[in-house]
């Protein structure tokens, strides 16, 4: 208990994003942003990101201070129009996939059996769409991955079933993904110079399922095992393990925080955009909506030079003001002087001296002139 009479200031909280399928040098990959999300968690008090970062298939690190938010709860998040509400658990109703083939369905029941068995994660029952999803996959003229699905009805029918039924408050997907193991982009992607393939089109999976039912969904692909290859590149790796990718969607949603909206009743444990401090995004990936609605607001961006995309949208194209750093070291550093209330040039070799502002009546004459 704090008897000096001083008051604590609010937790210091920093969304961290990485955009997906945009072929990021540091989170582009199989969960290779997380050891940054790990990092930053140990500066700030609360962590605010997203299933790109934190999932990594069978690998996960469960972060106690950190919130999964799925990509459009986050952009609706930053604007102002939901809050985000913490929980301790979450009943995850699991859809799959009509297309997926029997023996692969069953591996990943078993995975989700696993994670109950395990980890003491708690799982309604299952349901399997009544259409095949069919997924598409695509690749814009800039290089990033997006996609589509035939029957966007079927999913939303079978987490609707789960939702009223039995009483899921997340939903995890697992769609069936086109396999294409011999494709110049997948073999890029592999040896850790590529665009994810997929991450487009799970990002609309998850965004569809959250913009309709307002809570926390996050997508796991269904593909066969690929040959091994001993050139593998280790930030793809952890997708070259097993028959699935679903235990970190399991893991991430099962503590997500719920959403909601201003006419909810108020909670005291609620996060708004407006207590969040500072969002750590790439330099040239400055264009979401979620970091032009921070822009916005007095919270500190910090845009990192080091993690290049395949998109060129950066701060100064946007008029934004930002605070570039080169890597996310020194992006650790601003945070924690941040933390402090410390202002950065007070830890550089030379500091500038205090000037005056121009009188008032200089300042009238100035005008007139």
Request: aromatic residues 6%.
């Amino acid at each position: 208990m704090d008897t000096s009479g001083s008051v604590a200031p609010p937790p210091y909280t920093v969304v961290l994003i990485v955009p997906t399928g945009v072929g990021a040098a540091i989170g582009g990959y199989a969960g290779d942003a997380l050891p940054v999300a790990r990092a930053i968690a140990q500066v700030a008090d609360r962590l605010i990101t997203h299933p790109n970062v934190m999932n990594a298939a069978q690998l996960y690190w469960p972060l106690p201070n950190s919130l999964y938010v799925e990509g459009y709860g986050l952009d609706q998040f930053a604007s102002g129009a939901w809050g985000l509400r913490p929980v301790r658990q979450n009943r995850i109703g699991l859809v799959l996939d009509q297309a997926i083939e029997p023996d692969l369905r069953l591996r990943h029941l078993q995975a989700a059996d696993a994670t109950r068995a395990a980890l003491g994660l708690t799982l309604t029952d299952y349901v399997v769409t009544d259409q095949p999803l069919g997924v598409e996959l695509r690749t814009s003229d800039s290089g990033a991955s997006w996609g589509t699905i035939q029957n966007s009805g079927s999913l939303l029918r079978a987490a609707e079933r789960l939702i009223t039924e039995a009483g899921a408050e997340a939903i995890a997907v697992v769609a069936r993904f086109p396999d294409d193991e011999d494709s110049e982009v997948l073999q890029d992607y592999r040896h850790g110079k590529g665009v994810d393939p997929l991450a487009g089109a799970e990002a609309v999976i998850s965004h569809l399922i959250v913009r309709t039912f307002q809570i926390p969904c996050a997508h796991a692909p269904a593909l066969m095992p690929l040959p091994p290859d001993p050139d593998v590149s280790p930030r793809s790796a952890a997708e070259e393990l097993g028959y699935t990718f679903l235990p970190c969607v399991l893991v991430g949603l099962s503590r997500a925080p719920q959403f909601v909206t201003r006419s909810a009743i108020a909670n005291f444990a609620d996060i708004w955009a407006h207590q969040v401090d500072a969002v750590v995004v790439p330099a040239t990936a400055c264009g979401g909506s979620a970091t032009l609605s921070f822009s916005q607001s007095p919270t500190q961006v910090i845009t990192v030079a080091e993690n290049q995309t395949r998109i060129q949208v950066a701060a100064p194209q946007l008029q934004m003001s930002n605070l570039q750093v080169q890597s996310y070291v020194e992006a650790l550093g601003v945070l924690v002087a941040h933390k402090a209330g410390i202002n950065l040039s007070s830890l550089r070799a030379t500091s500038k001296v205090l000037t005056s502002l121009p009188s008032a009546n200089q300042s009238l004459l100035s005008q007139l002139i």
